[in-house]
């Protein structure tokens, strides 16, 4: 499809467990962000991708999560010694240029859904 | 970090009536977007709005930069329009980054 893709839509993961989430944007969209949602609450920022490089990690909550971009395309979020606390929908966003301008609309994906266990 | 506030937490409509969101923020900004997040969980953007007005249909919004607020307004309001409504903002200072900071969302459902 011409939206942002993310897999899995949902995970279930038992507490310790390493998880990956994928986020496929949009074809030519140079800037990539995830964001985490919890329940009754706003999209928090994790992290923005410039190509390649994540230009902005500052919210990222702590070590164990990371994340990729290695082709400036294909995201990966990684989460190591998962917690129950990690437990929400984790979305990825995509758009041509970075930063807000009028016409640089931000696009979302579905999310992914975990859930530790 | 900057504050993003959004007033009603909730609303609930019988459909056909108009109604006004509002997001308050605590510093100067570079760039606002209202968005709707459908019962799906999809969120789609509806405004790029930093500053005066806008209209799409029977959505309007209008920011007042220099007085720290925005509105959305929804006009004749329909089923479809139910969901969660979120204002973001992205702060205006150097070296800031690009992160959009989101308000908890006003969430609106329209009754038939």
């Known amino acids: 499809g011409a939206g942002v893709s993310q897999t899995p839509s949902n995970k279930v993961t038992e507490k310790g467990k390493y998880v990956e989430l994928r986020c496929d944007p949009i074809?030519?969209?140079?800037?990539l962000y995830w964001y985490r949602q919890s329940l009754g609450q706003g999209p928090e920022f994790l992290i923005y991708?410039?190509?390649?490089?994540?230009?902005?990690d500052s919210g990222l909550p702590n070590d164990r999560f990371f994340a990729v971009r290695p082709e400036g395309s294909v995201s990966t979020l990684k989460i190591q010694r998962t917690e129950r606390g990690d437990s929400a929908v984790y979305l990825c966003?995509?758009?041509?240029?970075?930063?807000?301008?009028?016409?640089?609309?931000?696009?979302f994906g579905e999310g992914s859904w975990l859930t530790v266990v | 970090g900057i504050q993003v506030e959004q007033s009603p937490p909730d609303l609930i409509l019988q459909e056909g009536a108009n109604s006004t969101l509002r997001c308050n923020f605590s510093?100067?900004?570079?760039?606002l977007q209202w968005f709707h997040q459908n019962p799906w969980g999809q969120l789609i953007n509806l405004f790029y709005?930093?500053?005066g007005t806008k209209q799409n249909g029977r959505l309007s919004a209008t920011t007042v930069a220099t007085e720290r607020y925005s509105l959305l307004y929804i006009s004749s309001s329909q089923t479809t329009d139910s969901g969660v409504y979120f204002c973001a903002v992205e702060k205006k200072a150097p070296n800031s980054g690009y992160a959009l900071n989101f308000g908890k969302g006003t969430s609106l459902l329209v009754t038939p």
């Open positions: 074809s030519g969209h140079t800037a």
């Open positions: 991708f410039q190509g390649t490089g994540a230009a902005d």
């Open positions: 966003a995509s758009s041509p240029q970075p930063g807000g301008a009028s016409g640089n609309t931000i696009y």
């Open positions: 709005i930093p500053s």
């Open positions: 510093d100067s900004v570079n760039n």
